[in-house]
Nanobody
Framework: QLQLVESGGVSVRAGGSLRLSCKAYGYTYSSYCMGWLRQAPGKEREGVAAIDTDGTTTYADSVKDRFTIPLDNAKNTLYLQMNSLKPEDTAMYYC??????????????????????WGKGTLVTISS
């Protein structure tokens, strides 16, 4: 059984930094394209950042130059490093894995995306 477990979501003040983790159990990240999506209350899920199996990354315009998506293959862990946080970054953050690229998810509109695997999410709250 493949499993993704997120952690690191907390409440922080605007301007602060946070690092989310997504630990994979049952497979190696090199086999899947990975990404982070988020869903704010009352809104659809949107792609935040993604990394392909060849290391290509992409970021939503709203987080570009603030977020990065480092991957530690040795630890089978994907991270989302978030800097200069804003109240509008408040959301449940989900880790996702798919055989196909997630780059199109990040570049596309918010919606109900179907991924091979999802984590259960970790809540990030940014106060002003």
């Amino acid at each position: 059984q493949l499993q993704l477990v997120e952690s690191g979501g907390v409440s922080v003040r605007a301007g602060g930094s946070l690092r989310l983790s997504c630990k994979a159990y049952g497979y190696t990240y090199s086999s899947y394209c990975m990404g982070w999506l988020r869903q704010a209350p009352g809104k659809e899920r949107e792609g935040v950042a993604a990394i392909d199996t060849d290391g290509t990354t992409t970021y939503a315009d709203s987080v570009k130059d603030r977020f990065t998506i480092p991957l530690d293959n040795a630890k089978n862990t994907l991270y989302l490093q978030m800097n200069s946080l804003k109240p509008e970054d408040t959301a449940m953050y989900y880790c996702a894995a798919d055989r196909a690229s997630l780059l199109w998810v990040v570049r596309g509109p918010p919606g109900d995306y179907d991924m091979d695997y999802w984590g259960k999410g970790t809540l990030v709250t940014i106060s002003s």
